[in-house]
């Protein structure tokens, strides 16, 4: 059975930073790009980041770029979300997904599995 686990999620100020990871079970996905998701409470889920198989290929949504950063480890079949400079706007629900075998990376849809999700709470 495969699985996507996140943690680290929580409650933190603003600006103030994150680590979340998202532990992969059941399979190996080394070979595919994984991404990052998110949704807050009123709103659809959206496009984070995503990271290539090799770790050599990343993007990310405009909204976190130059604050988030995205990393794997093959060797421990697991994915980081680095969150610094954290505002009250990336409040979400955020969800590990993967793996995605082709089409556009921004698109939930080409993603076979999806995490449960961690919450994140930025105060003001």
């Known amino acids: 059975q495969v699985q996507l686990v996140e943690s680290g999620g929580g409650l933190v100020q603003a600006g103030g930073s994150l680590r979340l990871s998202c532990a992969a079970s059941?399979?190996?996905?080394?070979?595919?790009?994984m991404g990052w998701f998110r949704q807050a409470p009123g709103k659809e889920r959206e496009f984070v980041a995503t990271i290539n198989w090799s770790g050599g290929g990343t993007n990310y949504a405009d909204s976190v770029k130059g604050r988030f950063t995205i990393s794997r480890d093959n060797t421990k079949n697991t994915v980081y979300l680095q969150m610094n400079s954290l505002k009250p706007e990336d409040t979400a629900v955020y969800y590990c997904?993967?793996?995605?075998?082709?089409?556009?990376?921004?698109?939930?849809?080409?993603?076979?599995?999806w995490g449960q999700g961690t919450q994140v709470t930025v105060s003001s």
């Open positions: 059941g399979r190996t996905f080394s070979s595919y790009p």
């Open positions: 997904a993967g793996p995605r075998r082709y089409g556009d990376y921004y698109d939930p849809r080409r993603y076979d599995y």
